[in-house]
C-alpha cells in the first residue's frame, strides 16, 4: 500500500508559513523535475547535472509568477533518494500558495505530513530511529536536546542496537538447528556463553531504559519549584537565577500570590523555575488561592527546592515540614533540594543536608545551579547514549521482559522451543525500534506527528 502511494510527486512548504525573505518548497518523486521544469523559464533542468543550482522565474501561462532559484537533486542523490527539486521563491504567503497550487496543476499531489522523510525511511536513506530524530532535531530548543537529537540521527544509538541484535540472532539460529534436531537431544548453542550475552544486553537495556529518565528531563526541560513560607527570599532567588528583576520583591510577607515562571538555560539543559506565594495559613482569599496553587506546583516539578532563612529559628517545624516534602517527593518519584537563604545575615545552625546561599548578594548561586545539574545526572550521562523517545522505552522495555525470560529458561532448563520463541520475540522488539520490523500503521502513527513539509 506503502510502495503504491511512493510513486506520486509530492509537493510542499518545507519552511515555515509566513512571510519571510525566502521560502523553500521541495518537490520529491519520479516526476519532480518534469514538473518543476515545465513552469520554469530558464535553462531546461531535465538537461541538467545533480547538486546544481539554477535561476529563472516561473510562469504560469504568460504570468510570470516569481524569480526564483532551483536546486536539482537526481535520485538516488537526494533525502529522500528520489528526484527532488528545492524552488527557492520570495518568502511571499500569496507567492507560495500559488507556485504550489501551479505544481499541484501540473500532476504533482500535497505532501502529507513527514511524508518526506518517510520516503526518506522507505528507501533506506534513515533508518526508523533516524527518521524520529530529525523530528526531534527540528524541535530541540537547547543545546542539550539538540545534542541528543543530533547523535540519534547519526544512527549512535542504532548502531547499538544493531550490535546487540546480531549477536542474537547468531544465537537464534543455533538454537533453532536444535530444534531441527530435537530427536537427539544436542545443544547447539552453548547455554554459558548464550547466558553470558544476554546478561550482557539485559545490562545495556536497563542502562539504556534508565536514561530515558534524563532523556526526557533534557526534551521538555526541568520543572523547579522555589517553595518556602513568606519572605524567604524566593522571588529573590528567582530574579538572581534569571539575572533580571522578574519578580516583585519586598520585605511585606506575602508579596507573591500567583506563581511565576521562567526558564535558564544551565549548561545547555533548560531549566524551568517557579516562583510560588509564601506557604502560610491564611485569611486572605487571594493569598489562600496563591497558595492553594504552591501546592500543584509542587506536585508537578520535579525539584522541589524549599527556601528557608537562615538567620530564622524555626524548631521542629522546619524538621516537619521536611517530613512532609519527603513524602510528596517520594510519592512523585521528584527531588528535594533543601537551600538556606541569607547567609550574609547572623545564622543560626542549619540542617546539615542544605545548602547555603545569599540570593540578595548572589553568593552560592553558581554552586546551587551546579547542584541542580548534579540532581538530574546529567554530567555523569552527558557522554552516553540517552533515550527520548517513548516508543523506544517501550518496545527496549518489552525486549527486556523477553530475554529474562530466556535467562529464566536456562537455569530451570525448558526445551529449545521455548527459548527459540522468546528469543524471537526480543528480536521482534528490537527490530521494532530501527524499523527493520514495521507495519504500515506503526509509520503512518510515527509520521503523522511530523509537520507538512518535513
Ligand atoms: N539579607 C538578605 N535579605 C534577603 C535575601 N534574599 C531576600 N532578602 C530580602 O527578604 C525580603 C523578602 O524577599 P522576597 O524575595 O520578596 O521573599 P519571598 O519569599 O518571595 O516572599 P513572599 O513572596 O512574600 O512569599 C526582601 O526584603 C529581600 O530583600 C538575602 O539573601 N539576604
Ligand atoms: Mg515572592
Known amino acids: 500500500m506503502l510502495s503504491n502511494k511512493q510513486q506520486d510527486t509530492i509537493v510542499a512548504l518545507a519552511t515555515p508559513t509566513g512571510a ?30 545533480s547538486h ?18 532551483m536546486s536539482l537533486f537526481i535520485a538516488p542523490r537526494s533525502y529522500t533518494k528520489e528526484n527532488v527539486v528545492e524552488i527557492s521563491c520570495h518568502g511571499s504567503s500569496y507567492i507560495i500558495d500559488k507556485l504550489i497550487r501551479l505544481f499541484i496543476s501540473k500532476g504533482a499531489r ?25 523530528a526531534d532535531l527540528i524541535a530541540s530548543s537547547s543545546e542539550a536536546s539538540h545534542k541528543v537529537a543530533m547523535q540519534q540521527m547519526r544512527g549512535g544509538f542504532s548502531n547499538e542496537l544493531k550490535k546487540l541484535r546480531e549477536e542474537l540472532i547468531h544465537f537464534a539460529s543455533l538454537v533453532e538447528l536444535e530444534l ?5 537431544d544436542v545443544e547447539f548453542a552453548n547455554r554459558e556463553l548464550m547466558q553470558t550475552l544476554i546478561e550482557k544486553i539485559v545490562q545495556v537495556l536497563t542502562r539504556l531504559i534508565r536514561s530515558f529518565e534524563l532523556g526526557n528531563v533534557i526534551k521538555q526541560g526541568v520543572p523547579v519549584v522555589i517553595a518556602g513560607k513568606p519572605n524567604v527570599g524566593k522571588s529573590t532567588l528567582l530574579n538572581a ?3 533580571e528583576d522578574r519578580a516583585i520583591v519586598s520585605d511585606i510577607a506575602g508579596t507573591t500570590r500567583d506563581t511565576i515562571e521562567d526558564e535558564i538555560s544551565i549548561q545547555g539543559i533548560k531549566f524551568r523555575f517557579i516562583d510560588t506565594a509564601g506557604i502560610r495559613d491564611t485569611e486572605d482569599i487571594i493569598e489562600a488561592k496563591g497558595v492553594e496553587k504552591t501546592f500543584e506546583k509542587i506536585n508537578q516539578s520535579a525539584i522541589i527546592l524549599y527556601l528557608f532563612d537562615a538567620a530564622e529559628t524555626y524548631g521542629d517545624d522546619l524538621a516537619n ?10 510519592k512523585n518519584n ?18 546539615a543536608e542544605s545548602m547555603s546561599i545569599s540570593a540578595l548578594q548572589g553568593i552560592g548561586i553558581k554552586e546551587l545551579e551546579q547542584k541542580l545539574l548534579d540532581i538530574i545526572h546529567y554530567t555523569e550521562h552527558a557522554n552516553e547514549t540517552i533515550l527520548t523517545n517513548a516508543r523506544h522505552v517501550e518496545a527496549l522495555q518489552r525486549c527486556k521482559e523477553a530475554l529474562e525470560r530466556v535467562l529464566n529458561g536456562i537455569h530451570n532448563p525448558v526445551t529449545s522451543d521455548f527459548l527459540a520463541m522468546d528469543i524471537k520475540e526480543a528480536l521482534h522488539y528490537l527490530g521494532e525500534i530501527t524499523g527493520s520490523i514495521s507495519t504500515d500503521d506503526l509509520l503512518e502513527n510515527i509520521f503523522s506527528k511530523f509537520c507538512i513539509g518535513k
Open 180 to 184: 531441527d534436531f530435537s530427536e537427539e
Open 241 to 243: 537565577l534569571l539575572n
Open 321 to 330: 515540614i521536611i517530613k512532609d516534602l519527603q513524602v510528596i517527593t517520594q
Open 20 to 49: 519571510g525573505a525566502i521560502g523553500v518548497i521541495r518537490l520529491s518523486g519520479t516526476r519532480a523535475i518534469e514538473i518543476a521544469n515545465s513552469v520554469f523559464r530558464g535553462k531546461n533542468l531535465e538537461a541538467q547535472a
Open 334 to 351: 521528584s527531588q528535594l533540594l533543601l537551600v538556606a537563604n541569607k547567609s550574609d545575615k547572623n545564622h543560626i545552625s542549619i540542617p
Open 52 to 69: 546544481t543550482i539554477h535561476l529563472g522565474s516561473i510562469v504560469d501561462g504568460e504570468q510570470v509568477i516569481d524569480e526564483v532559484l
Open 110 to 134: 500535497p505532501a502529507k505530513p513527514g511524508e518526506f522523510t518517510m520516503r526518506a525511511f522507505l528507501n533506506g536513506q534513515l533508518d526508523l530511529s533516524q527518521a524520529e530524530a530529525v
